[in-house]
């Protein structure tokens, strides 16, 4: 599978062997490499391993629709080979952050090539909460990886066939999971709409108060017609995002006398130590809690 490599001043190539130049190497001999949030820099380590140097901007339980850059963030663009960001408008402040930086390094798109979901207001970045998806992104990685270095290629290879292999088996097991819940039951109140690929993927309807960005306050209206949903469709559960505001999530139980559910991640990684400090982690965290919910 040929990666999408978006390259500076947004020239799109097909075929990572176009990319295969000398890279230039942090003081440890690893290739100097950004991630734009928690959960790229998780697929990089994965498929790097010991050969990248991986700086995350947005780290651990951060928004990064909301996210204000700082001088140290345009530092490691400046220094890095290679930069890894989602694209679908998720990282709005990538452009003056790329600019500021005056960096040379390639700008890999890791969504571009998916077929991207048409939300409420445009559309949808969250495409790895379909781990069909996910594993898209790891083909991405790998193929800019090994451009960017070949003479560590068949690590890169090995590295990203192993970690495709995990992602399957976790992509099977949340398919059984939710096709032995009726569907019927299958709803969900969640705080902002990033589980649309989720919900096409694993057959869970989602309501949620905001829209796809979290930088835009639910109305008064928009709460009002979520409390209605709950209601007609006898919601069980709702549920807090690692991201967002509770204040809404309790209003909506409160209102309905739905119970609040546990903590959903969708666009951040928890800490390391926390309940999904890792993709898998995080995508397992959410299966369980879900299941408990919808009676699984």
Known sequence: MNAFIALPRR??????????VSPARAQDGKLPVVASFSIIGDFLREVGGAHVDVTVIVGAN??????????RDGQALAK?????????GFEGWLDRLVAASK???TVVTLSHGLEARQGDEGLDPHAWQSVANAMRYVENIRDALIAADP???????ENAARYHARLDVLDKDMLAAFA?????RRRIVSTHDAFGYFAQRYGIDFIAPQGVSTEAEASAKDIARIIDAVRAHKVS???LENIADPRLTQRIAKETGAKIGGVLYSDALSSPDGPAGSYE????NNLRELVEALGG
């Open 180 to 184: 032995a819940i009726p569907k019927e």
């Open 11 to 20: 020239a799109f190539l097909a075929g990572a062997a176009a990319l295969a």
């Open 237 to 239: 559960a709702v549920f």
């Open 151 to 157: 003479a560590n290629a068949e690590s890169f290879r």
């Open 103 to 105: 960096t040379k390094a």
């Open 80 to 88: 890095a080979k290679l930069v890894f960001v989602n694209g679908l």
């Open 281 to 284: 982690k995080m995508m397992r």
């Open 62 to 71: 951060g928004d990064a629709h909301v996210y204000q850059p700082t001088p």
